[in-house]
């Protein structure tokens, strides 16, 4: 396993990416499908956006050559962590630390599996920036190789609520510092644009205690199943599927997810 050569993160960086990991608790579901391409396509995987490594850990173990790209050091961080916790004989994971729109590695051209998981995509908050994403994908695919893009598609009356109210999100015991944590969070969509402009807000501390602050804040550009399709096919790639669910059932009205499987000739 290949440690990051990172930024040294701040403090706030540090906590929002625990943070993260503490949204992520409930299981989205989505390992099992990327377990399944990666052992249809073998390896090498990449993965964009990746996080904490919550899916690159796990394809590592399962003993793929896994390289996993993020521009935030302490994710980075985590998922180094993470990976010594699971094995310490992970030998494939390469963690590295870049901006996936300019990205151009040594093994691109070689990659068996690329992905971008779990909305990462609207973090790229414009439509170029997510049509150079997955010209990026196209570039590191080898001949032959998959690409797989996952992201939510929320209903009319879901945007409607994104119109600035405060929204109670959860409250949950963080696992590591044993602190209790209440987020909130409040968003905005300009449908003209189609971005959500997100704030999440995290008060944490111990029970009883003084609870400190972090504040998140993210501009999250949407994108719809037709989009997808029209940005992989604009950067080269054959659409084999697009599911609805992470059992790639068929698309249809009422889906929740779009996930699209794509092929580069």
């Known amino acids: 396993m290949t440690e990051p050569k990172a930024t040294e993160p701040t403090a706030t960086a540090r906590a929002l990416a625990r943070l993260y990991d503490l949204d992520l608790v409930d299981d989205p579901g989505d390992l099992d499908l990327y377990l399944a391409l990666a052992t249809r396509t073998g390896g090498p995987i990449l993965e964009l956006a990746a996080g904490t490594g919550r899916l690159a850990v796990p394809l590592a173990v399962s003993g793929h050559d896994v390289t996993a790209v993020d521009l935030d050091p302490a994710m980075l961080e985590r998922a180094y962590a993470r990976a010594r916790v699971a094995d310490r ?20 051209g070689t990659y068996r599996l690329a992905l971008i998981a779990l909305n990462s995509l609207f973090l ?34 879901d945007l409607a ?27 905005r969509y300009d449908q003209t644009t189609a971005v959500v402009d997100l704030t ?26 037709d989009e997808l399709a029209s940005m992989a096919e604009d950067a080269g790639l054959e659409i084999e599927r697009m599911g609805g669910d992470y059992d790639l059932e068929p698309i249809g009205p009422g889906s929740e997810r779009a996930v699209l499987i794509a092929r580069r000739p």
């Open 124 to 157: 790229l908050a414009t439509r170029d920036a997510q049509r150079s994403a997955f010209r990026t994908i196209a570039r590191h695919l080898a001949p032959g190789g998959l690409a797989a893009v996952d992201v939510w598609l929320p209903e009319p009356a």
């Open 200 to 225: 999440a807000i995290y008060e944490e501390g111990p029970p009883g205690g003084t609870p400190v602050r972090w504040i998140r804040r993210d501009a999250l550009r949407l994108v719809g199943a």
């Open 161 to 187: 609520r994104f119109d600035g109210r405060l929204i109670f999100e959860y409250e949950r015991l963080e696992p590591e510092t044993r602190h209790e944590v209440t987020k909130v969070a409040t968003a």
């Open 89 to 108: 004989r992970i030998a494939g994971l390469e963690l590295v630390e870049a901006d996936l729109l300019d990205l151009d590695l040594p093994g691109a």
